[in-house]
């Protein structure tokens, strides 16, 4: 089951402008996601999909492929799923969506979406452990699953409730993972469905896929998922934690 590695790369980001090509220890955003992606080893392919030709223009100069999508499109599953009709990508089996905002994505999270569709879930993706007060922030998404993994919910809200539970830091989430690998066929039905009750509601679009019957396996890895970029913050941590570890390899 040949596996395309494609990431969604949208220019106009509200709450960070530019974000694809801000610096993350001197190298823009969506380079530093192409080359940890690479480094994974579990793609056969990677692309960058972008609506943004400067975009395409700073991935390709890193030796990354990349194309332009139509830059209406809602959310980053439906610019994957672009990618994955075209001809040229028709003969991947499995299609992942490796967001562009998370450069710290860890191969084992990777695998474990991968591994999830090869267990015959739809869709698979991955989630680290939060422990105690963290999981109360709405930014953190935890994920409650089955004895065989498939996810049974996803919110922003800490799940499961502790009733009978001592201290705080004794309550450990599951804290859902950005990545989403897909069957060709399950990510072109999820990209074709109008969006869901609860979908609107946790603005998770995963629940989207969920509320219509597709299946979700999480893998569940013994790691803390360290936070994407999303706001100046974010990249000013992200670009200290990418220069430190540097450092400290170096």
């Known amino acids: 089951m040949p596996v395309l590695g494609v990431i969604p790369a949208r ?10 090509l801000q610096l993350i220890g001197g190298v823009p955003l969506v380079v530093r996601v192409a080359q940890r992606a690479s480094e994974a080893g579990v793609a056969d392919a990677l692309v960058v999909a972008t609506d943004s030709e400067e975009i395409a223009a700073v991935a390709r100069a890193a030796g990354v492929s990349a194309v ?40 084992a999270a990777l695998a474990g979406a991968v591994d999830m569709v090869r267990a015959g879930f739809d869709i698979g993706t991955a989630a680290g452990t939060v422990v105690g007060d963290a999981a109360q922030s709405p930014s953190l998404v935890k994920v409650v699953c089955a ?45 074709s469905l109008p969006p869901t009750p609860l ?52």
């Open 11 to 20: 220019l106009g980001s509200t709450r960070l402008p530019r974000k694809p």
């Open 68 to 107: 332009l999508t139509q830059p209406e499109h809602e959310s980053g599953t439906d610019r994957v799923a672009e990618v994955a009709r075209r001809a040229e990508y028709a003969g991947f089996d499995i299609v992942v969506n490796i967001q562009g905002d998370e450069p710290f994505l860890s191969a």
């Open 199 to 250: 979908e609107l509601s946790e603005r998770l679009e995963q629940l989207r896929a969920m509320e219509n019957g597709l299946t979700i396996g999480v893998a569940l890895l013994d790691e803390t998922a360290l936070p994407g970029v999303d706001t100046q913050e974010d990249l000013e941590r992200a670009d200290a934690h990418w220069t430190a570890t540097a450092r400290g390899a170096a």
């Open 147 to 191: 004895g065989n993994g498939r996810a049974l919910y996803f919110s922003r809200s800490a799940i499961p409730f502790y009733r009978d539970a001592g201290s705080a830091g004794d309550r450990r989430y599951n804290q859902h993972i950005g990545v989403y690998a897909c069957t060709r066929d399950a990510l072109l039905r999820w990209a």
